[in-house]
């Protein structure tokens, strides 16, 4: 599939290149799929289904008018070929009409890329047997999705680059009682059952905790172990504008008193814009090439920043092929030194955080936000899970969750995979370690 979509990408990409006309520019982006999805109920097959769609963006160039058509294609050459010469057509005729747009720009050093992922994955029914035997005896719930994600880009400047990968993501709560239950998640490029039964035993382990009457925590300051996907949660709101140049130009970013030296970081803070580890594409929709990393805070310190091309020309920099949002597609969290198995001894009394739900910002400002705790959080007594412990509202700066109360962070990464599906499978992710807080506030 993977080299036939190529070629045939490569193939049209050439015939709609051919038929532009003197002055004009020409950018095609393509993007695919074709996924396999199983939801699950009560460790049962609730509705399974299979995705298989291929898209074509043309955007057609005139000097510094430009404008875009976007194309389900069916896979039929003649057919596509034919509705997409229409296209052209038609987006000759509305340019004429545009205005200029005083921020386009053409990469001035096209190169093309090419990432041809292998296919580690068993097939989908495979995988789903081994999640249901895994699962058995449990109110297991979730979503399982995988199989192939394609991206091609090709223009009149010369430059063509494909990129095809295999991933999977496996989104899945056990239910003890009620609203009560654990949440975990399991993502990557190679399935792995044993990864599969460490984490549905180590939930296995817990659903007993969660019977127990839960321990009553006053609103006040605890010591908290924040787990990696409560910690992706709190990174992802600072994705939203913490990070773009856009936001730092413009004085509206929730890092602001970092950016401008007013306030620091612990030193074991770096984080990174990682593509090369990340799971997507090291180009964009316009042809534009990722770096490996963009170092945005190391040391404590903001670095750097995310750089689109349209701020590029707004702001006279070069950019580094951020998305148009300006928000990270594959961060990663530096590690620390505190082992996994050791979280609890350190943590010694204190709140075991698995999850944070419905984050935003209570004070931008100061890059103060608010949630909720949800599933998998522990009262822990003596380095030991003793009871479970109710959803709370926690308020809470990230200059002081990150700041001078981060008293570590686990020596073990997790990858976490954007489950999001809304037009076609995400491919962006994290990687993030675990953590301890001191003081960590919780408001009621």
């Not at 460490?198 to 817990?206: D, I, M, N, S």
């Not at 659903?207 to 300051?221: E, V």
């Not at 805070?297 to 590029?312: D, Q």
């Amino acid at each position: 599939m993977t080299l036939e979509t190529r070629d045939s990408f490569y193939a049209l990409a050439d015939e709609l290149l051919g038929r532009r006309r003197e002055g004009e520019e020409m950018r095609l982006s393509f993007q695919g799929e074709e996924s396999d999805f199983v939801r699950f109920n009560n460790a049962a097959i609730r509705q399974p289904g299979s995705v298989r769609q291929l898209h074509l963006s043309m955007e057609l160039i005139r000097g510094k008018r430009h404008c875009r058509a976007h194309v389900v294609l069916s896979g039929d050459r003649a057919l596509d070929g034919s509705r997409l010469r229409d296209v052209l057509e038609r987006l000759r005729v509305d340019l004429g009409s545009l205005p200029e747009d005083p921020y386009l720009i053409l990469p001035d050093d096209p190169r093309s890329t090419e990432q041809v992922g292998e296919d580690r994955l068993p097939k989908a029914e495979e995988a789903v047997e081994e999640i249901l035997d895994a699962a058995s005896g449990t109110d297991f719930v979730g979503i399982f999705a995988s199989g192939g994600l394609f991206k091609g880009f090709a223009s009149s400047l010369g430059q063509k680059s494909w990129f095809s990968s295999h991933p999977f993501n496996l989104d899945f709560s056990i239910y003890a009682h009620e609203d009560k239950a654990l949440k975990e998640s399991l993502a990557g490029l190679e399935w792995n059952g044993a990864t599969l039964r460490e984490r549905l035993g180590w939930a296995r382990e817990k659903l007993p905790i969660l019977d127990r009457p839960p321990k009553d925590i006053s609103p006040g300051g605890y010591r908290v172990f924040l787990a990696p996907a409560a910690m992706e949660e709190i990174l992802n709101v600072l994705s939203y504008n913490g990070f773009g140049l856009r936001s730092h130009r413009s004085k509206t970013t929730s890092l602001l008193r970092l950016l401008e030296n007013e306030a620091a970081l612990s030193p074991e803070v770096t984080l990174t814009e990682s593509t090369k580890r990340g799971l997507g594409p090291s180009f964009d929709d316009s042809g534009f090439v990722c770096p490996d990393e963009v170092r945005l805070i190391e040391g404590g310190k903001l670095t750097g920043a995310l750089v689109s091309p349209r701020s590029a020309v707004e702001y006279d920099v070069p950019t580094n092929a951020a998305s148009s949002g300006e928000h990270p597609r594959s961060l990663e969290m530096a590690p620390g030194d505190i082992a996994k198995d050791d979280v609890l001894e350190k943590l010694g009394e204190g709140i075991l955080i698995g999850n944070l739900w419905y984050l935003n910002y209570s004070d931008l400002k100061n890059c103060r936000m608010t949630g909720m705790t949800r599933f998998g959080t522990f009262w822990v007594e003596g380095g030991q899970i003793v009871a479970p412990a109710p959803a709370m509202r926690f308020d809470e700066s990230v200059y002081r969750m990150l700041g001078d109360n981060l008293e570590g962070l686990t020596r073990e990464q997790e990858l976490i995979m954007d489950p999001s599906t809304y037009s076609a499978r995400s491919t962006n992710s994290a990687r993030v370690p675990g953590a301890i807080v001191r003081d960590f506030t919780l408001t009621l």
